[in-house]
């Protein structure tokens, strides 16, 4: 639990962070609607649009996805009708008239707006707001992530709104003086009158129409890739700074815990006593079970456990599987539990259907638990995927391991433990046939927003996007490197393809390459393609990990991917 200094402090930077960043060029496509709304209307129209943009901006970034989620609503619903409200707003400046009679009604119908005189604008400045807000899109540094990023399947936390406020609040002032500093410079075009105003509203139809072309997103992309970073995000350095980076970890609940940290700084001892295991809680459905019971640890004593923490698309946490059923199959017998603890990466994951037929494929027995509230996880402190914790008869964690490797090492200090605890025959070792990692060079590459690195389209950010292949071949790709080409929509934790010609480029270098993809309704055909040359298409249907390719040993190679439309795809990783 982030303390209150904490939070204060990451509040602190974020009104500092959302001030700099309404000053950076991804605001530009909105700044022409913000100008022509403050210098036209009432005197309090700015202050109007700022208030309306503060509450809606801070609904979108923190709120907006449990709304969606719970009137089954399209991703682009609050967009869409943003821009219809700002072309309607522009049309009501071009109409003679038609302002006043909805500013008017407006002051009629809300008694807060009808304290304040008649006529000031502030009713249409608030409405104004309320949709800019749906629509602004500064660059997002890592405190504005870190907030987008909570979901349906997080936690609603005071912390979160508060910091998601003051980064909508400190953006709110700069836009506020801009307006103020907008509506004195053109002041001596306001004396004549009408002319001004209706010309001021085919401003904003003009933006209203551009951005249902979505080219709004298609200038944010471009400019995020063609100006320094400086320029993109003023804020940079405020934002990676560690006190930052502390306080967001804080505020997701990423740091770690008691046990993680000490069985870090035990490693290279002989099974030390880390700590007093945590009990396994806030779990959802049980597999491999009798009755889908919930197991406990302190039902377990007098048991060694092994509790693993794992999800079923990561390629990372499969290549350990084998080793887990080798050990169980050798040593249940003889009092060893394994338990694996399902923390979901993707949304997808939390399905329990989709874990159960992951468990079936992988030939698991032995018990499995749906962790989709990282309670356990966070009680552990875990970090990782997959990350193994060992625990002794007497329910102390003995040994941690984070990652792949290490098989026999792990096997020796689960043997260890038996024979403390009295099984002292316990025969020979399993000694699991895993598959190991070797020449791989290209890292774990995600494709949302939230994680997207090395994309050479620049800065990914969520939203419908027609991307061009920059340098116009695959040949302009660097080492490691990714591109999008064509119609996508770009969501935090995915990207789904949305059209014909939804292309994915990747330069690697590994044997094998693995991605998580995924489908609604009937299966859809991904075209594949290494070094140009077609190989055998997929049929992606289930959301899982796909074998993309398999070369035999490692190597440098571009990889391109034709999706279907509709096909969604998460994340790289590679063997």
């Known amino acids: 639990m982030p303390s209150f200094g904490g939070v204060a402090l990451l509040v602190l930077f974020a009104f500092v962070a959302g001030g700099a960043t309404a000053l950076s060029p ?206 993109v995000n003023p804020s940079k350095d405020l934002e990676e700074a560690g006190a930052t980076r502390d306080r967001l970890a804080d505020l997701r609940g990423e740091r770690g815990g008691t046990v993680a940290e000490a069985a870090t700084s035990s490693r290279g001892k002989r099974l030390p006593v880390i700590g007093e295991a945590p009990e396994i809680q806030g779990t959802q459905r049980w597999f491999n079970t009798p009755g889908g019971r919930a197991l406990t640890l302190r039902s377990l004593r007098g048991r060694v456990v092994l509790i693993d923490f794992w999800t079923y698309s990561c390629i990372n946490c499969i290549r350990t599987l084998p080793a887990l059923r080798a050990w169980d199959g050798r040593y249940r017998r003889d009092g060893l539990t394994i338990i694996g603890v399902h923390a979901p990466e993707f949304p997808f994951e939390r399905d329990a259907s989709n874990v159960e037929r992951a468990i079936a494929r992988n030939g698991l027995r032995y018990p499995v638990a749906q962790d989709n509230d990282f309670a356990t996880w966070r009680a552990y402190g875990n970090q990782y995927w997959p990350a193994k914790y060992l625990i002794d008869a007497r329910g102390r964690v003995r040994y941690a391991h984070f990652g792949e490797g290490e098989y026999d090492v792990t096997e020796r200090a689960i043997r260890a433990l038996l024979s403390e605890a009295g099984h002292g025959s316990l025969g020979r070792r399993a000694k699991p046939r895993v598959e190991t990692a070797n020449g791989v060079a290209t890292p774990e590459s995600y494709l949302g927003s939230e994680r997207a690195e090395r994309f050479l389209n620049g800065a990914i950010e969520p939203g419908s996007h027609d991307f061009r292949l920059p340098g116009g071949s695959v040949a302009a790709l660097p080492p490691n490197h990714l591109a999008y080409e064509g119609p996508w929509r770009i969501a935090p934790s995915h990207a789904t393809a949305a059209g014909p010609g939804a292309r994915l480029h990747l330069h690697f270098s590994a044997s094998k390459v693995f991605l998580v993809l995924g489908a609604q309704g009937r299966p859809h055909r991904v075209e594949v393609e290494v070094d140009g040359k077609r190989r055998r298409p997929l049929a992606v249907a289930d959301h899982r990990l796909y074998d993309i390719v398999s070369l035999g040993r490692p190597g440098d190679h571009v990889l391109t991917l034709t999706l279907e439309r509709g096909t969604e795809a998460y994340a790289f990783t590679f063997g």
Not at 157 to 165: D, F, K, P, Q, Y
């Open 26 to 231: 991804c605001v530009l496509p909105v700044l022409p609607v913000a100008l022509a709304a403050g210098a036209t209307g009432g005197r309090r129209r700015p202050l109007g649009v700022v208030a309306g943009l503060v509450l809606s901006f801070t609904f979108a970034t923190v709120a907006l996805v449990y709304l969606l989620s719970a009137l089954g609503l399209p991703d682009r619903f609050f967009r869409t009708l943003a821009i219809v409200v700002l072309g309607a707003a522009g049309l009501a400046l071009i109409v003679p008239g038609a302002a006043a009679r909805i500013e008017a009604w407006l002051t009629r119908v809300s008694p807060r707006v009808q304290a304040q005189p008649r006529g000031d604008g502030f009713g249409s400045g608030l409405v104004l707001g309320i949709s800019l807000g749906f629509v602004y899109a500064p660059c997002a540094g890592p405190i504005l992530a870190g907030v987008i990023t909570v979901s349906a399947t997080q936690d609603f936390t005071a912390g979160r709104l508060a910091v998601a406020l003051a980064y909508s609040a400190g953006s709110a002032v700069v836009l506020y003086g801009l307006m103020l500093g907008g509506r004195r410079l053109s002041s001596p075009l306001a004396r004549r009158g009408a002319l001004f105003q209706r010309a001021m509203g085919a401003l904003m139809v003009v933006v209203a129409v551009l951005m249902a072309a979505e080219l709004d997103i298609r200038f944010e992309n471009e400019i995020a890739t063609a100006l320094p970073a400086v320029l």
